[in-house]
């Protein structure tokens, strides 16, 4: 490649342990959370907190394998990386095109859930010219912020980070506090649901934790990834495991299976402290969603800049997406078209067929790194003991189980992504872009 687009350590190593356990929080902690107590609640009843902790668990095994990747391959691009490392160039941009796609889907997709919520405070946001000049600001703010530096970066997503939790924390702690814990005690032990219905509410579960891989993508950019990803992959997940517990369970026993007038989270701060609390937490919903649609833009930038740099990009195209910013050490071609393309989706409406299959692209991506780590681990001089080698098949199992409840319309949308990327792939290995 050019000298301008192999400029690979210009990008500085900038985010801590702190970070990146930040941008696993915030990959996962977004809009879902708001609307999902109610549904777990319609499901499951008062089985719905454990179904956290079980499915939890089981989803740790996927998010292992993403540690131990990271151990393996600690440049930039994730999944992108562990795919050409694993199958080869073809299978790379793939995976990179599919999981790029799904990305960019889910930042248009969440500008809308957060104007939507804005709304509530804000009406004009939710008008016509209102909306889309709110989109074009808001487009604006998250590629200046990632242009700008890292550091900036960072700096804004530990605030938004200090601001979504505080809420949650004072919701929990004043709401357990008006509790009384002996009438909760037998109202708990009502049922075990069938296990079909257990299998529906834990679809839901496992899609509440989609969005951990936020910190691979940003491995190269990583102080000590070998350590600080794994780590950080491990405790804040299951950090959320329980945080999702907590929130379930003091729903169910506050508010129960009766549907809400509002969003269940707001209605259940309505009821702890007023309309001020239903005010703050709507806010907090705002604050959610901006830091998730940080965490994705740091992240997903990412993937094509390391596409460039392993020059599953050629040509001019390639060159522009790997140049890195001599000013600020970031990607910002990459940053620049991730936004703009977004921004496009959002304003147009048209992210809402490309959802369709987004879920389902990034449940194949999960299944394809694990399937990674399984040959990496095979190569392995030194073999690993029995449970390290038990694990990715568990994961595996988890990934092929929840890809299998995807909807036809789902799988056609995603095979079409994959002959449009095949066709992609022919085309700029023919001639560069």
């Known amino acids: 490649m050019t000298n301008s687009a192999s400029n690979s350590g210009l990008l500085t190593r900038g985010i801590g342990g702190i970070g990146a356990a930040l941008l696993v929080l915030n990959g996962l902690i977004g809009a879902g959370i708001f609307a999902l107590p109610a549904k777990m609640a319609a499901e499951l009843g008062a089985f719905s907190p454990y179904v956290f902790l079980i499915f939890g668990v089981l989803m740790l095994s996927i998010v292992w394998c993403f540690g131990q990747l990271a151990v393996f391959y600690q440049q930039t691009g994730g999944p992108v990386i562990y795919a050409r490392k694993g199958f080869g160039d073809a299978a790379a941009f793939q995976t990179g095109f599919i999981y790029y796609l799904a990305r960019a889907t889910a930042i248009a997709a969440n500008m809308h859930v957060l104007l939507l919520y804005a709304g509530y405070v804000w009406p004009e946001l939710n008008s016509g010219i209102g909306k889309s000049i709110a989109i074009v600001m808001l487009t604006s703010a998250l590629i200046t912020v990632n242009i700008i530096g890292l550091k900036a970066a960072m700096r804004s997503l530990d605030a938004i980070s200090l601001l979504k939790l505080l809420p949650f924390v004072a919701v929990i702690g004043v709401g357990y506090s008006q509790l009384d814990f002996s009438a909760t005690a037998s109202s708990t032990q009502q049922f075990v649901p069938t296990l079909d219905t257990i299998s529906a509410g834990a679809l839901l579960t496992l899609y509440a934790f989609i969005g951990f891989e936020t910190v691979v993508v940003t491995s190269g950019e990583t102080s000590s990834p070998k350590r600080t990803i794994p780590r950080a992959l491990m405790l804040t997940v299951s950090g959320i495991a329980l945080f999702y517990f907590c929130v379930q369970w003091l729903y169910w026993h506050m508010i129960g299976p009766d549907k809400p007038d509002s969003a269940p989270l707001i209605a259940l701060a309505d009821m702890i402290f007023g309309k001020t609390g239903a005010l703050v937490m709507t806010l907090t919903a705002v604050v959610s969603v901006a830091g998730n649609l940080l965490a994705n833009m740091i992240s997903t930038s990412r993937l094509t800049y390391s596409m460039a740099h392993q020059e ?4 001019r195209l390639g060159e522009n997406l790997g140049k890195v910013n001599q000013r600020f050490a970031t990607p910002h071609v990459s940053i620049w ?4 393309f977004a921004g496009i989706l959002a304003l147009s409406g048209s992210f809402v067929w490309l959802a369709i299959s987004s879920v389902l692209a990034r449940l194949v991506v999960y299944a394809f790194c694990v399937l990674v780590l399984i040959k990496a681990q095979r190569a392995q001089s030194d ?3 029995f449970i390290t080698r038990a694990i990715p098949f568990i994961a595996l199992a988890v990934c092929t189980w929840s890809i299998t409840q995807s909807t036809i319309n789902a799988w056609l ?13 022919l085309a700029i290995r023919r001639k560069p872009v």
């Open 383 to 385: 073999v690993p003991n």
């Open 413 to 425: 949308f995603l095979l079409g992504e994959l002959a449009i990327g095949a066709l992609l792939y």
């Open 337 to 340: 078209i991730l936004g703009v």
């Open 312 to 315: 599953l990009i050629p040509g």
